[in-house]
């Protein structure tokens, strides 16, 4: 059955937030693919940069829902590699700051073993709390 | 030459190894890192969202420490901030531009501090390959006194040192400047793909499996392509091609382990220096058999 995407208010104000908080012109993306080919975590993401720069482009909020914001580290593969120009690292901090402001943390340090912890240097630590928490 | 050194946090614990050779086989070039009075953390990752400008407070203060050290005679009108640590050098870099590019943003940081001196843009942030480069890498073949010639080595520029382009030191694709510092330091650049590759970066924490992944490929390239030991300029990449071998080792039983050396570590061994500037006690995989074989003959 054909999916139907809805266009309204709601999105379009999700839309605008993203552009406002990244700086990027994301309308701008033509679903090229190419960030999605060279991203180095795509296997593990659940959606591919390139699909969630389309999410955001159709203002689809769910898309806050997905893993993939979260395992983007930031490497800038695909930013020097855009046709367009497009720096998606600020997309995914885009998304990321939209729920971390609301006070949702995505890591929890808690979870994990201590002997695990103590073996990690403190700029691996400082770097997940800082990107990870609010 | 007399130039201000911003360590960083990772310089001074895990990655003691990078600073104790750096600044011993820059004294060998006549370059004195003169460390920054009271510096403070960079953030260690760039905040990227265009009404964050809080983060950008701790680099700014850096670099008016650099202006100080100016006005106290520290150094001698050396507005350069010499960085080893590529994820400082990233941070430090990227912030500065965006001062430097939205004048109001500055004055926002300015009067924030308020009582602090004046930030008005005219630090400049390197690394320390970039300084190497502009001395001349010719500069240190002149001290060679123990030559890598049977060294193959694998450099491994991960992101920060060459991403996003208006950061990197070298071309994002086709980077070439480690290449150059092996081939001026006699040894043997191995020509490889995963040079560029990020490592997971501090996914590390939270996502420690991807990370090992990511390592057993970046690892296996190197040796396939016949590298001896991989070089690194970042700390967290050190832990995760280094520290993360034991992680690998438990999931690919027949791994063959790889020494990941800081590239200044490589300098103090060819400049001949004492073992002690070496550190090599931090190295989670000891490169002593293969310097043996291949250097110490």
Not at chain 2, 51 to 61: E, F, G, Q, S
Not at chain 2, 246 to 257: A, I, S, Y
Request: aromatic share 8%; glycine share 4%; hydrophobic share 40%.
């Amino acid at each position: 059955m054909p999916k139907k995407i809805v266009i309204n208010d709601a999105s379009e104000e999700f839309l605008r937030k993203i552009i406002e908080l990244s700086g990027e012109v994301i309308t701008l993306c033509d679903q090229c693919g190419t960030c999605s080919g060279g991203c180095p975590f795509v296997e593990e993401m659940d959606i591919t940069p390139s699909q969630l720069m389309r999410k955001v482009q159709l203002g689809q909020q769910d898309v806050l829902e997905s893993k993939t914001m979260w395992l983007c580290a930031t490497c800038n593969t695909c930013t020097v590699r855009c046709p367009r120009g497009l720096d998606l690292s600020k997309v995914a901090e885009g998304l990321r700051q939209v729920v971390l402001r609301q006070a949702i943390d995505n890591l929890d340090l808690n979870n994990y073993p201590k002997e695990e912890i103590k073996e990690l240097p403190q700029i691996a630590i400082i770097a997940a709390i800082r990107k990870l928490t609010s | 030459m007399k130039i201000p050194y911003f360590p960083g946090c990772s310089l001074k614990t895990s990655a003691k190894n990078f600073e104790i050779s750096a600044i011993s086989s820059a004294k060998v070039l006549g370059i004195d890192f003169v460390e920054i009075p009271r510096w403070n953390c960079c953030g260690v990752v760039s905040s990227l969202s265009s009404d964050d400008l809080m983060h950008h407070l701790a680099p700014v203060r850096n670099f008016v420490r650099v202006l100080e050290m100016n006005k106290t005679k520290m150094v001698e009108n050396e507005k350069r901030m010499l960085t080893l640590c590529s994820m400082c050098y990233n941070t430090l870099k990227r912030s500065n531009q965006r001062v430097k590019n939205n004048p109001e943003e500055l004055e926002s940081i300015n009067n924030f501090m308020y009582r602090e001196e004046e930030y008005d843009g005219s630090v400049e942030v390197i690394h320390y390959l970039q300084l190497l480069d502009e001395i001349g890498f010719s500069q240190m073949t002149e001290k060679v006194k123990n030559s890598l010639e049977n060294l193959n080595v694998a450099a491994y520029y991960g992101c920060m040192l060459i991403r996003p382009k208006e950061v990197g030191i070298d071309d994002a694709e086709e980077p070439e400047i480690f290449e150059k510092f092996l081939s001026a330091l006699t040894a043997k650049p191995v020509a490889w793909n995963a040079k560029k590759r990020c490592c997971g970066s501090y996914l590390t924490v939270n996502n420690k499996d991807v990370v090992v992944d990511l390592a057993y490929g970046i690892l296996n390239d190197a040796r396939k392509n016949g590298a001896d030991l991989i070089v690194t300029a970042c700390p967290l990449c050190a832990f995760n091609l280094d520290n993360r071998q034991k992680n690998v080792l438990e999931k690919h039983p027949d791994f063959k382990t790889i020494p990941v050396l800081y590239f200044t570590q490589l300098m103090a061994i060819a400049f001949g220096l004492d073992e002690k500037s070496f550190g090599f006690e931090l190295n989670y995989i000891k490169p002593n058999d293969v310097l043996k074989e291949k250097v110490f003959k």
